[in-house]
T-cell receptor, first 116, second 113 residues
Framework: GAVVSQHPSWVICKSGTSVKIECRSL??????MFWYRQFPKQSLMLMAT?????????EQGVEKDKFLINHASLTLSTLTVTSAHPEDSSFYIC????????????FGQGTRLTVV | GNSVTQMEGPVTLSEEAFLTINCTYT??????LFWYVQYPGEGLQLLLK?????DKGSNKGFEATYRKETTSFHLEKGSVQVSDSAVYFC????????????FGSGTKLNVKP
């Protein structure tokens, strides 16, 4: 199947700093990518839908200014957690679908963010 | 709206036991249904899928049938292995809503030797 690579796999940062997470589709083009957050022992919560060349669509309750999403190309979307706080510590997962395909989404391996 | 409900875990079984993880859904349109598996510290991997009513998805001994009449997509395996220990997520994808995925809460499976 298609491969989605997420980087870094884990990151520790100080409170108040910003962290960027990358999501790349390695062997296909993805018009749309999705960003999820997963709390311990819980399901995935969709944060936003990232569309190539346009603004991301955020789910209700997700702060746009805190979680900046950029989808500059058909193979790369980035999530930047700005002014991180300990409560932002979580597992972040991206997924991508091939452009025009009504098939399953492929998921990255996730990024474990710890804010100290 | 769209939602997925799956049985709470954890589910603990002995090796070679029969597995069923229940999943029901509500949807406004005609969704596709999926089971994903997550191993510790990793992302999600597609296990199987079904795109229309009465379709059966199968992979690695796991099966699930898309039942429109009962709005269900229960996951089954005849004989589990220790290596099947993971968290299983049922999900639906709504093609009328930007193909967003809606996930169930996940069910942790522990298989003991």
């Amino acid at each position: 199947g298609a491969v989605v690579s997420q980087h870094p796999s884990w990151v520790i940062c100080k409170s108040g700093t910003s962290v960027k997470i990358e999501c790349r589709s390695l062997d296909f083009q993805a018009t749309t990518m999705f960003w999820y957050r997963q709390f311990p022992k819980q399901s995935l919560m969709l944060m936003a839908t990232s569309n190539e060349g346009s603004k991301a669509t955020y789910e209700q309750g997700v702060e746009k200014d805190k979680f900046l999403i950029n989808h500059a190309s058909l193979t790369l979307s980035t999530l930047t957690v700005t002014s991180a706080h300990p409560e932002d510590s979580s597992f972040y997962i991206c997924s991508a679908r091939e452009s025009g395909a009504l098939t399953e989404a492929f998921f990255g391996q996730g990024t474990r963010l710890t804010v100290v | 709206g769209n939602s997925v409900t799956q049985m709470e875990g954890p589910v603990t079984l002995s090796e070679e036991a029969f597995l069923t993880i229940n999943c029901t859904y509500t949807a406004t349109g005609y969704p596709s249904l999926f089971w994903y598996v997550q191993y510790p510290g990793e992302g999600l991997q597609l296990l199987l899928k079904a795109t229309k009513a009465d379709d059966k998805g199968s992979n690695k001994g796991f099966e699930a049938t898309y039942r429109k009449e009962t709005t269900s997509f229960h996951l089954e395996k005849g004989s589990v292995q220790v290596s099947d220990s993971a968290v299983y997520f049922c999900a639906l994808s709504d093609r009328n809503n930007f193909n967003k995925f809606y996930f169930g809460s996940g069910t942790k499976l522990n298989v003991k030797p």
